[in-house]
């Protein structure tokens, strides 16, 4: 529903339009970077629809699932995961990985990548899921630095985000750009 605002392959709860799917937004965003920097080099659209094999999809929580899923349903250059996703069923009091999380991805494995915090809440889910994903071991950061000077926990779950937001990471960051193309 996020994704591309399709009633037939989401929740009806959901109430996103496809004007207001990520996908539609993209194109939209895609169209007026090429119309207005034409020598930017923005044209990431083929048919006027998104070129998936020459864009990097990346996110941090609710973001990360939404690349995830995309990288499952569309051959990406890459996609990069900042803690998610972490989708899960309830069974019998059990937490089991989301099924879409086994289906197989268009994109070959050697082109995921993804980061958590060993502190954050659902580590242990968040592992589960990279493994599930296939992402390759040396494609994983587990990052476990403590929370920058003056950084007030809020909520309950500080460690969320400090993969993508904590610039002590910076280094890794550039492992998940930078690393050989396949």
Avoid: C
Wanted: zero cysteines; a positive charge; hydrophobic letters at 35%.
């Amino acid at each position: 529903m996020r994704l591309y605002g399709d009633r037939t392959l989401g929740d009806a709860t959901v109430d996103n339009t496809p004007a207001e799917s990520i996908v539609n937004r993209l194109v939209k965003l895609l169209q007026y970077l090429d119309r207005n920097h034409p020598d930017g080099g923005w044209s990431y659209l083929e048919n006027g629809q998104p070129n998936w094999r020459r864009i990097v999809v990346s996110g941090q929580s609710q973001g990360a699932g939404m690349a995830a899923f995309i990288a499952k349903q569309h051959e990406v250059a890459r996609v990069i995961l900042f803690s998610s996703p972490w989708d899960y069923v309830d069974a019998r009091g059990q937490r089991e990985l989301a099924p879409w999380l086994a289906q197989p991805s268009k994109t070959p494995s050697n082109r995921w990548f993804g980061g958590y915090h060993a502190r954050e809440n659902m580590a242990n889910l968040l592992a589960r899921s990279y493994a599930q994903l296939q992402i390759p071991r040396d494609h994983t950061r587990v990052f476990n630095n403590d929370l920058p000077a003056g950084n007030r926990p809020r909520g309950g779950n500080p460690f969320h985000g400090q993969g993508l937001f904590n610039r002590a990471n910076a280094e890794q960051w550039a492992f998940f750009l930078r690393a050989p193309a396949p």
